[in-house]
């Protein structure tokens, strides 16, 4: 009896193992997460944009008199205006680009005087006025610092050239303590000279889309000093010192291609066992 019981007892025992082996199944192997990896931004843009620009001419001066002595207008002063331009540029990587721009500073007005003899009395002040316009092509580089939501400032430089286009200038020359006892207005012919030109950038880019950016910036050029107008009735020829232009910008960047994408390997198929 006892020999039957110790047999049942053990193969009650082996029954249960074998039930448990039959449902025992080993934990899942969950597949590796690999970084996500974004690709990169490159490829061709096109940006338009618009401006303010706040000028500052350096300063003008011509030849006078007989002796063809050399003298600075006592006051030259330029009007500000705006700007408009187009260009074509390639962003290298997440953090390099670079564009060729063409851009048109609108006329803006130049006033003058210079004080003196004249034919009409001992003390004399002139009246000088004129205008100028330019066109701008620079080569850039870029630099985007890093985006931080939709926002990516940047840093940049240019070189390149500007031809100026000054009108002709009028000279009007009084009586200092009579404005109305004056000298024959007189013309003296405009210069229009390409000058060299470097710039300085800075703003930022605001995602619109993945394929369009808003441009938010300041510019600085610097037109190098160059011939004026020329020789008129005993004076003449005169240059200015180079343009300072100060630029508060807006503009669009539209980038051709797809958009960029967000690379997740393939998930791993899950094995059981």
């Given at each position: 009896m006892k020999t039957i019981l110790i047999g049942v007892v053990a193969a009650m025992l082996g029954g249960t193992a074998t039930f448990a082996a039959d449902f025992y199944e080993p934990p899942m192997e969950q597949p590796i997460s690999e970084p996500v990896q974004i690709a990169e931004a490159s490829g061709w843009y096109l940006r338009g944009d618009v401006g303010y620009a706040f000028t500052n001419l350096r300063g003008a001066h011509f030849y006078q008199g007989p002796g063809r002595f050399e003298r600075d207008f006592d006051d030259a002063d330029l009007d500000d205006t705006y700007s408009i331009g187009v260009g074509v540029g390639y962003q290298i990587n997440n953090y390099l680009r670079t564009d060729v721009?063409?851009?048109?500073?609108?006329?803006?007005?130049?006033?003058?005087?210079?004080?003196?003899?004249?034919?009409?009395?001992?003390?004399?002040?002139?009246?000088?006025?004129?205008?100028?316009?330019?066109?701008?092509?620079?080569?850039?580089?870029?630099?985007?610092?890093?985006?931080?939501?939709?926002?990516?400032?940047?840093?940049?430089?240019?070189?390149?050239?500007?031809?100026?286009?000054?009108?002709?200038?009028?000279?009007?020359?009084?009586?200092?303590?009579?404005?109305?006892?004056?000298?024959?207005?007189?013309?003296?012919?405009?210069?229009?000279?390409?000058?060299?030109?470097?710039?300085?950038?800075a703003g930022t880019a605001i995602d619109l889309t993945c394929n369009l950016k808003a441009d938010v910036g300041y510019r600085f050029r610097h037109v190098l000093g160059g011939d004026m107008f020329g020789f008129n009735a005993g004076s003449g020829p005169g240059s200015d010192e180079g343009i300072y232009v100060h630029e508060a910008r807006a503009g669009l960047r539209y980038s051709f291609g797809g958009c960029p994408v967000a690379y997740e390997p393939p998930a791993e198929p899950i094995i059981y066992k």
């Amino acid at each position: 009896m006892k020999t039957i019981l110790i047999g049942v007892v053990a193969a009650m025992l082996g029954g249960t193992a074998t039930f448990a082996a039959d449902f025992y199944e080993p934990p899942m192997e969950q597949p590796i997460s690999e970084p996500v990896q974004i690709a990169e931004a490159s490829g061709w843009y096109l940006r338009g944009d618009v401006g303010y620009a706040f000028t500052n001419l350096r300063g003008a001066h011509f030849y006078q008199g007989p002796g063809r002595f050399e003298r600075d207008f006592d006051d030259a002063d330029l009007d500000d205006t705006y700007s408009i331009g187009v260009g074509v540029g390639y962003q290298i990587n997440n953090y390099l680009r670079t564009d060729v721009t063409l851009d048109y500073l609108g006329k803006a007005d130049f006033e003058g005087s210079t004080t003196g003899g004249c034919g009409v009395a001992v003390a004399c002040t002139s009246r000088d006025v004129s205008a100028l316009a330019a066109w701008s092509l620079m080569a850039n580089a870029y630099v985007d610092i890093g985006t931080y939501g939709s926002f990516t400032p940047y840093v940049g430089a240019g070189i390149g050239g500007t031809q100026v286009r000054w009108d002709k200038l009028r000279n009007t020359s009084c009586e200092t303590g009579n404005p109305a006892n004056c000298d024959p207005s007189f013309d003296h012919d405009g210069y229009s000279k390409w000058r060299f030109t470097y710039g300085l950038m800075a703003g930022t880019a605001i995602d619109l889309t993945c394929n369009l950016k808003a441009d938010v910036g300041y510019r600085f050029r610097h037109v190098l000093g160059g011939d004026m107008f020329g020789f008129n009735a005993g004076s003449g020829p005169g240059s200015d010192e180079g343009i300072y232009v100060h630029e508060a910008r807006a503009g669009l960047r539209y980038s051709f291609g797809g958009c960029p994408v967000a690379y997740e390997p393939p998930a791993e198929p899950i094995i059981y066992k």
